[in-house]
C-alpha cells in the first residue's frame, strides 16, 4: 500500500485513538487519590511511539510485559491487567476478571 | 466467501451468531474447551461438558449448515487444584476416541505459575500417547510473553511432539517471530481490545507472511465478536490482498493444519 492509501484507510481512527488517549491522561489529572503502577506503564508505552523508530506496536508490548522467566508458585486467581506490576508488587494489582 | 472459524466458543453464543456466521460463509467451526467463567467444582461437570461440546453442539451448528468440531483438555485456570486435575486428565481419552474431537486443546498458561506447568506437561504427555493436535492458549497482556516463552521450551523438551503439529494460539507482535521460528503454528484471535485488531492481525501477515499461521474470533461468553473473520477479510481487501490469499488465510490454512487429524473433513464445495 502507499502512504496515501494508508492514510485514507486509518488516519481517521489513528486521530481517535490518540485524542482518547489525551482525554484519558486529562481525566486521570482531575481525579483524585493514589495512582497505580498501571499509569506509569502506560508512559513508558506512549514514550515507545515517539521518534523514528520501527516496530512500535512490539515495543509497546514488550514495555508491558512481564520480563521474567521463572514460575510463579501459585496462580492466586488473579486476572491479568494489561501492565506488569513489577517483581514485588503483586499484592498491589486490583482484581479483575479477564476474557478467555 | 468461504470460511472457517477454528476457534469459537459455541457453547456461550446464541442462534442468531450461528445464522450470521453461516450467512457470512462459515462452513466449519471449531471449539476447544475452556474455563466456564467461573471454576467448576467436580469431575461429573467436566464430563457435562465434554458431552455438550461432543454431541449437542455439533448438531446445534448443523442445524445452519456448519460442520462442528472440539478439541478436549482441562483449562488452564483450573490448574490449581491438581487432585481435580489428576482426576479429569483421566476422563480425556474417553473423549479423544470421539468423531468429532481434533485433538487437545486449548491448554496452556494463565499465570503462569508451577501447577500450571506440571498440568501443561500431562496434557502434552497424553496428546503424544494419544498422537493427537494440539491447540494452545497464550496467556493473557502482561503474562502472554513469559507464558509463550515457558510453554515453547517445554513443547520444544519433548522429542515426541512435532511442532508442525501444534497451534500456539493469542499470538501478538511480541509472540509471533518466537512461535513461527520454532516451526509452529501462529493463530491470531481478533478480539475488539485485546489480543488482535483486524487491522493488526494484518500487520502481522504484512511482515511474517501467510503460511502456518489461521485468524479466529475466540467468540466467547466475553467482549468478542464471531464474525471477526469475515470482518478481517473484508479489511484485507481493503488492503489490497488478492482474493485467492485471503481464501489461503480464511479457508485453506485452517484446512491444512486440521486435515493433519485424519477425522477432519474438508467441507464439501
Ligand atoms: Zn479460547
Known amino acids: 500500500m502507499t502512504r496515501q492509501q494508508v492514510l485514507d484507510l486509518y488516519f481517521m481512527e489513528a486521530r481517535s485513538k490518540v485524542l482518547d488517549l489525551a482525554a484519558f491522561l486529562d481525566r486521570m489529572d482531575r481525579a483524585e487519590g493514589k495512582e497505580d503502577f498501571r499509569l506509569a506503564a502506560l508512559r513508558e508505552a506512549i514514550s515507545q511511539l515517539q521518534g523514528r523508530r520501527t516496530r512500535r506496536a512490539e515495543k509497546v508490548l514488550l514495555s508491558l510485559s512481564d520480563p521474567s522467566v521463572t514460575p510463579v508458585d501459585r496462580a492466586m486467581g488473579q486476572g491479568a491487567c494489561g501492565a506488569w506490576a513489577g517483581p514485588i508488587a503483586p499484592a498491589r494489582r486490583k482484581k479483575k476478571p479477564n476474557s478467555v | ?269
Not at chain 2, 19 to 39: I, Y
Not at chain 2, 72 to 92: G, Q
Not at chain 2, 227 to 236: G, N, Q
Open chain 2, 1 to 269: 466467501m468461504r470460511y472457517i472459524e477454528p476457534h469459537g466458543h459455541m457453547v456461550s453464543r446464541t442462534t442468531d451468531d450461528y445464522q450470521d456466521m453461516a450467512t457470512a460463509g462459515c462452513q466449519v467451526v471449531c471449539e476447544p474447551a475452556f474455563w466456564a467463567g467461573f471454576d467448576r467444582n467436580s469431575a461429573d461437570g467436566f464430563y457435562d461438558y465434554f458431552s455438550q461440546l461432543t454431541e449437542q453442539e455439533p448438531k446445534r451448528a448443523a442445524r445452519y449448515g456448519i460442520q462442528h468440531y472440539s478439541w478436549i483438555c482441562l483449562n488452564p485456570k483450573e490448574s490449581e487444584n491438581l487432585d481435580l486435575a489428576e482426576e479429569v486428565l483421566s476422563i480425556i481419552p474417553e473423549f479423544l476416541a470421539k468423531p468429532r474431537v481434533l485433538g487437545v486443546g486449548e491448554i496452556g498458561l494463565n499465570k503462569n505459575s508451577r501447577n500450571e506447568l506440571k498440568v501443561l506437561e500431562k496434557h502434552v504427555d497424553l496428546a503424544a500417547q494419544h498422537d493427537q493436535l494440539i491447540l494452545v492458549h497464550t496467556p493473557h497482556l502482561e503474562d502472554k510473553l513469559k507464558g509463550t516463552r515457558l510453554i515453547l521450551d517445554l513443547l520444544r523438551n519433548d522429542a515426541r511432539i512435532r511442532p508442525e503439529r501444534v497451534i500456539i494460539d493469542h499470538v501478538e507482535e511480541h509472540t509471533v517471530k518466537l512461535v513461527l521460528n520454532r516451526g509452529f503454528w501462529a493463530g491470531m484471535t481478533l478480539y475488539p481490545e485485546s489480543k488482535c485488531t483486524a487491522a493488526r492481525a494484518i500487520d502481522i501477515l504484512d511482515l511474517f507472511g501467510t503460511d502456518r499461521i489461521w485468524m479466529n474470533s475466540a467468540c466467547d461468553w466475553g467482549h468478542s465478536v464471531p464474525l471477526a473473520v469475515p470482518r478481517t477479510a473484508l479489511e484485507m481487501k481493503k488492503r489490497g490482498y488478492t482474493r485467492d490469499i485471503i481464501d489461503k488465510m480464511i479457508y485453506r490454512n485452517p484446512i491444512e493444519f486440521l486435515s493433519q487429524c485424519p477425522k477432519f473433513k474438508v467441507p464439501e464445495e
